[in-house]
């Protein structure tokens, strides 16, 4: 696994010996930031469930202003410093935050403390059953900007919703068995 563009591009990434956690590929992480493109220059970026840290590594790359780690597992945390590191990225800058918690408890947090993303990226384990909940408390939170984006990563057999909240879908695209499907405000 590697950082494929911008800054740290060519950065080899470590990945966890076991595998309690199943990285982005760089595939999908192409494509995803592919179908981004420039939202994620100067962009406020949440990585969800965010395992090695490689899409917001990624987004600091391409230029994202600030991106927030939320992950659960302390050996991830560890990881996700270590990935930071070897890019020469000091994981007490302010353009980092890393946040050690459940999903459901990080995501209230970040609403009392009134954070507002342009970005967020959502990839929990596929057998977790936390989609339907933490899409739901997503968009209850109001976290996502006006203009922003969710991006859920999924195994191909889960089926989203096509509305969630205020949060509609607008794309899916599939990469062999691994799918990104988009949601966002409508146009008022």
């Known amino acids: 696994m590697r950082v494929i563009a911008g800054k740290y591009k060519g950065r080899r990434l470590y990945t966890p010996k076991n595998t309690s956690v199943r990285p982005t590929t760089d595939r999908v992480k192409e494509a995803v930031f ?10 406020t970026f949440l990585d969800l469930c965010a395992g090695t840290g490689s899409i917001g590594i990624e987004a600091l790359s391409r230029g994202a202003r600030h991106v927030t780690f939320l992950e659960k597992k302390l050996n991830c945390i560890s990881l996700i410093e270590k990935n930071l590191l070897n890019c020469g990225i000091e994981k007490r800058t302010p353009q980092v935050e890393l946040i050690r918690t459940n999903i459901k408890i990080g995501l209230i947090s970040l609403d009392r403390r009134k954070k507002i993303f342009d970005l967020i990226y959502f990839d929990p384990p596929y057998d977790a059953a936390l989609y339907a909940k933490c899409l739901q408390q997503i968009s209850d939170a109001c976290i996502l900007q006006t203009k922003g984006m969710l991006l859920v990563e999924h195994h191909r057999k889960t089926v989203l919703p096509l509305e969630v909240g205020s949060l509609v879908k607008f794309r899916n695209k599939q990469y062999g068995n691994t799918c990104i499907t988009l949601y966002h405000y409508p146009d008022v």
């Open 34 to 43: 592919s179908i981004i493109r420039d939202n994620v220059f100067d962009a």
